[in-house]
């Protein structure tokens, strides 16, 4: 199994030539040589097959001891060389200063089988001089969360940073879940992510607030180099394409968000990704019942700066800020204005095209907008459930009885019976629409479901894998990866992971809300 590492990061950018792991501000520097901190004892819980292969694994190699030991943290492969990369951020709308890789380390980077560029970076690996006043580790509950999530937004065609294993370390780690004053002991846990770059907003900023343009330039046009081969023309007409581009991806990628119904829950700049990936999978969560104002976050449910309907705004904020790191060294700002106009258009076309397509209507355009901003309000009014109204809602138009064959993916009976009038008049509407198009129902059924996930990872879901897991049965966990692989399919047997919320995860820890204490 020899992987081919080529380590461009620390290769070809300053690096801090301490391995001390102790606290420090990192300046004039991108990282800094860290080592894992070896655990008690390593057990893979998971692993994903088909990305193991494309980076250069056989299945023997994840059979085999060594590969847990490894991505625990205990022991490297030939060619790895850990590091912690140092970015600062914006949390909550404020400059926070330094942050960077606290609970991150980087392996490496490996040309896979595949040829493309895979990061191999483990989460809660031990402490780094970013690590400020925290342990650098994380616990099973979120490193399964991250599992999980990343490798169903891939399966549902979303742009996201990818989950190679799941680490058992055999060591506790205490964690005050609620800030509340009662901290607990719960297993540890490291996921092994994967992504072409690992690159935030933040790292941008950081040499930016110092005033290091020296650095600031030398990060970007190694991020052209590496992450943006295809663009050419001067070095200047490369950054402003660059930065346009991204403003297009990241555009794209808030659309997706919206489509599938998932919430980020920390949009802070050092949780945006240079390649418009979704990256940081933390306090997420996924729309049960349509209500734009919900963030799973319990540390923003005062603001709901994060909540579901303001993603959009909040990722061009933080496309704004970075524009602001990047002037400091891109005299022509015409690029910069681009890029964010470009955000607003892209994102705009995007948002109209998916949401045509959730609703099966054929070339959408803006003279819909009424049409779709009635089904979101009934949508709300009705307390619907926002995967499971799309999938029947596919069905509705061939059926005898279309508000009674929605009535089943509301959460509130009383709300839906109230407002059934209003349905069944919208539905009317609907189908008019529909008759214009004139396209065959088959078809129609067939655009909509390829768009509408039936599954996807929702809170109460990866919590009862958590907890089988947390009892040593990965069971729960490896049925739930198999059934979200396949998320746009009804897949018989596998009802339950398609249900609404359960009462009991109503207000349980971990289901309704969440905390960035993880
Ligand atoms: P997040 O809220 O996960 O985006 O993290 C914000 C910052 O806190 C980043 O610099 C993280 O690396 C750091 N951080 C979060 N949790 C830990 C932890 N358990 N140990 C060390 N650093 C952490
Ligand atoms: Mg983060």
């Not at 030991?69 to 600062?88: H, K, L, S």
């Not at 089904?375 to 307390?383: K, M, Q, S, T």
């Not at 966990?477 to 198999?482: A, F, I, P, R, S």
Request: charged letters at 20%; aromatic letters at 10%.
């Amino acid at each position: 199994m020899p992987l081919h590492f080529d380590n461009r990061f620390v290769a070809e950018l300053p690096g801090d030539g301490n391995p001390d792991p102790r606290t420090r501000q990192v300046t004039g520097a991108l990282w800094s040589p860290t080592a894992p901190t070896p655990v008690a004892a390593p057990r893979l819980l998971a692993v994903v097959p088909e990305l193991a292969r494309a980076i250069g694994f056989e299945p023997s190699d994840w059979a085999s001891e060594d590969f847990a030991r490894v991505f625990a943290g205990n022991a490297y492969f030939e060619g790895m060389q850990p590091y912690a990369t140092a970015y600062g951020g914006h949390q909550f709308g404020h400059w926070a200063g330094q942050l960077g890789d606290g609970r991150a380390i980087a392996l490496g980077e490996v040309v896979g089988a595949d040829g493309q560029r895979h990061e191999l970076q483990l989460k809660g690996a031990g402490r780094t001089p970013y690590s400020r006043h925290a342990d650098g580790r994380a616990v099973l509950r979120s490193s399964l969360r991250e599992f999980v999530c990343s490798e169903a937004m891939h399966a549902l065609g979303v742009p996201t940073t990818r989950a190679l294993c799941l680490v058992a370390t055999g060591e506790d780690v205490v964690r005050d879940m609620f800030y509340d004053g009662h901290p607990k002991a719960e297993p540890g846990a490291i996921v092994c992510r994967v992504a072409p770059s690992f690159l935030r907003f933040g790292h941008y900023e950081l040499p930016a607030s110092r005033g290091d343009s020296t650095l600031l330039e030398r990060l970007i046009d190694f991020t052209l180099a590496r992450d943006y081969p295809q663009l050419t023309g001067s070095t200047e007409q490369r950054r402003g394409a660059w930065f346009i581009e991204l403003c297009e991806r990241t555009a794209r990628l808030v659309a997706h968000w919206m489509r599938v119904g998932f919430v980020h829950g920390v949009m802070n700049t050092d949780n945006l990704s240079i390649l418009g990936l979704t990256i940081d999978y933390g306090p997420y969560g996924w729309l049960e019942p349509y209500e734009p104002e919900w963030t799973p976050n319990t540390t923003d449910a005062q603001g709901r700066r994060y909540c579901f309907g303001r993603q959009p705004a909040i990722a061009q904020w933080n496309l704004e800020v970075l524009a602001g790191a990047l002037a400091t060294v891109m005299p022509d700002r015409t690029p910069l204005h681009e890029g964010i106009a470009r955000f607003g258009a892209v994102f705009g076309s995007e948002h109209l095209a998916m949401t045509g397509a959730k609703l099966g209507i054929a070339s959408a355009s803006e003279d819909d907008l009424p049409l779709m901003r009635e089904w979101f309000a009934v949508l709300g009014a009705a307390e619907l459930d926002y995967l499971q109204a799309f999938r029947r809602l596919a069905q509705a138009p061939e059926a005898d009885d279309p508000v009674a064959l929605l009535a089943p993916a509301s959460y509130a009976p009383a709300r839906f019976a109230a407002n059934a009038s209003a349905l069944r008049t919208w539905l009317e509407g609907y189908h008019a629409r529909l008759v214009r198009d004139g396209r065959p129902a088959a078809e129609r059924r067939a655009v909509m479901d390829a768009v509408n996930p039936l599954y996807a990872p929702r809170n109460w879901l990866a919590q009862q894998a958590i907890d089988a897991a947390e009892r040593g049965d990965t069971g729960e966990l490896d049925l739930l990866m198999d059934t979200l692989r396949d998320p746009y399919r009804a897949q018989p047997g596998r009802e339950r992971f398609a249900a609404l919320r359960p009462e009991w995860a109503r207000e349980r820890a971990g289901c309704s809300m969440l905390s960035c204490s993880s």
